[in-house]
């Protein structure tokens, strides 16, 4: 993984992306950093089939789920 994220902070990225959240909220109110830096993080936990970004939604992310109600 490129970008570290402590564990603390991955935490409470995982426990807010339970909920569809828009990149511009992920990169300044959970990791503090630039849309760029934060879409290059969600894009490694996409890689690892941990997040997924929402189909019906531009530019939102959410844990993906393992039921039909994409």
Not at 28 to 43: F, M, N, R, T, V
Not at 59 to 66: G, I
């Amino acid at each position: 993984m490129i970008h570290q994220l402590t564990k603390n902070k991955e935490k409470i990225l995982l426990n807010k992306l339970r909920r569809p959240l828009h990149i511009s909220y992920i990169a300044e109110s959970i990791l503090g950093c630039s849309e760029y830096q934060a879409k290059e993080i969600l894009k490694e936990y996409i890689e690892q089939d941990i997040l997924e970004e929402v189909k019906t939604l531009i530019n939102f992310y959410r844990v993906k789920s393992n039921d039909n109600e994409r």
